[in-house]
């Protein structure tokens, strides 16, 4: 077997150290509630949204509950995608730990580019349960597709989003704002905007052409390094030109045959890199709804970049409605969008606890009749009783449009 120094890796080990993170984003309390049950914690999403930064901080919490940090195994396979097999009898060397024996808790960070992890990780999670996992990837199909074929049952899974507007507020010291909102009203619509271009902890102090090439480094890193990696792409170059097509109208309609023709591609390598993109958590697709979902998937597709920040960082003017549309996506797993051969429209269509709900964003403060003009038709074509908007509002409040209820809801706290 291969030796390789895991110390540098496992800083935890050196006596009295700390990772420097004690800021912690909302789903941190819903992880340290499951530190000790038997399932695989699994944490997804998007590069740069701190899915390293949880593992650390959780790996805090755990030595602050004395647990002994010889007993915590942290590995990445950014750099070396070493077998399971070969990376326990490392740790079990260097730590002088049994892992056969004793309770370790192993954290596998990016385990998507690990060939065949899911079948590696299942041998140990059934032979050993003594082992708890917490494993983390950036690509959609390789995490979860993978462990659900092979893993079913095993693995409790997180999305982690881009940050919403009270975590952006929370790390940049000033979430006090929001305790008196009426009287820091114009303050709070000034940060909202430029939360917009800020949805990532590490942005959030950098100047805006800082900024810009923070966001374009992390696309062309997924586009030129990770998806080549995993799937079949012959002209990255082509990705990225989808991406900036995209985020030119967050929001837009893609007509693949006009598109593949105008780009000098097939249709099929347009689809497929389409797909690839959405695998990555770069772009997000949604359908027109109908109450049947085969007709949705036949229908037409809305696409919006990941987040806003991308979108704004990729386009030189672009309306703030559009990014306001894009942050509420980044944030909520909508599926749906509606659009009638009449051209009415709504921006979201949302199914909750079986529940249909549709959602306009008007990125204003006065809401006319006419804002909620096709919220109303689509409550009446599907015979719905309540839809929501998101404005530039401070509290929530009711509108009552016959027997139809329209809650109108801040875009501040979704």
Do not use: C
């Not at 409790?156 to 989003?161: N, Q």
């Not at 695998?279 to 979902?293: A, D, G, P, R, T």
């Not at 204003?364 to 719905?384: A, M, W």
């Amino acid at each position: 077997m291969r030796e390789i120094n895991l110390l540098k890796y496992n800083r935890h080990w050196e006596k009295g150290f700390k990772y420097p993170y004690p800021k912690k984003r909302k789903i941190f309390s819903k992880l340290t509630d499951l530190l000790f049950t038997r399932q695989i914690i699994q944490i997804v999403g998007l590069r740069r949204v701190g899915k390293t930064t949880l593992f650390f901080q959780l790996i805090n919490h755990l030595i602050e509950k004395k647990i002994d940090p010889f007993l915590i195994w942290y590995f990445t396979f950014d750099e070396e995608k070493l077998p399971l097999d070969e990376l326990f009898w490392n740790f079990s060397k260097q730590t002088q730990k049994d892992f056969k024996k004793e309770k370790i808790f192993v954290f596998l960070d990016e385990i998507q580019k690990l060939p065949n992890f899911q079948n590696q990780l299942k041998i140990y999670y059934d032979l050993y349960p003594n082992l708890k996992f917490f494993i983390s990837g950036s690509t959609s199909l390789f995490i979860k597709k993978r462990s659900q074929e092979s893993l079913a049952g095993r693995v409790k899974e997180f999305f982690l989003p881009p940050l919403d507007f009270e975590e952006y507020l929370y790390f940049k010291d000033k979430k006090e704002i929001l305790k008196k909102k009426k009287l820091f009203e114009s303050e709070i619509e000034k940060e909202f905007e430029i939360f917009l271009e800020s949805q990532f902890i590490e942005s959030i102090e950098m100047k805006r052409e800082e900024k810009r090439e923070y966001y374009l480094s992390i696309i062309k890193k997924i586009i030129f390094e990770d998806l080549s990696q995993i799937f079949p792409v012959d002209y990255p170059e082509v990705l990225f030109s989808l991406v900036k097509i995209i985020s030119q109208r967050p929001g837009m309609l893609l007509d693949y045959q006009t598109l593949s023709q105008k780009m000098n591609i097939s249709h099929k390598t347009l689809s497929n890199y389409l797909f690839f993109l959405q695998e990555s958590f770069l772009l997000k697709k949604i359908y027109n709804f109908s109450k049947s979902l085969l007709v949705s998937e036949r229908k037409l597709k809305k696409f919006y970049l990941a987040s806003p920040s991308f979108s704004w960082a990729l386009s030189d003017f672009l309306k703030k409605e559009f990014l306001v549309e894009n942050f509420l996506l980044s944030i909520k797993n909508f599926n749906f969008f509606w659009r009638d051969p009449y051209q009415h429209e709504i921006d979201f269509v949302a199914l909750q606890n079986g529940e249909i709900i549709p959602i306009e964003v008007k990125y204003k403060k006065e809401i006319t009749r006419k804002d909620l003009k096709n919220l109303v038709l689509f409550l009446k074509k599907f015979k719905l009783k309540k839809g929501i908007l998101y404005g530039k509002f401070l509290d929530s409040k009711k509108e009552k449009i016959k027997q139809f209820e329209i809650f109108l809801k801040p875009i501040y706290f979704v």
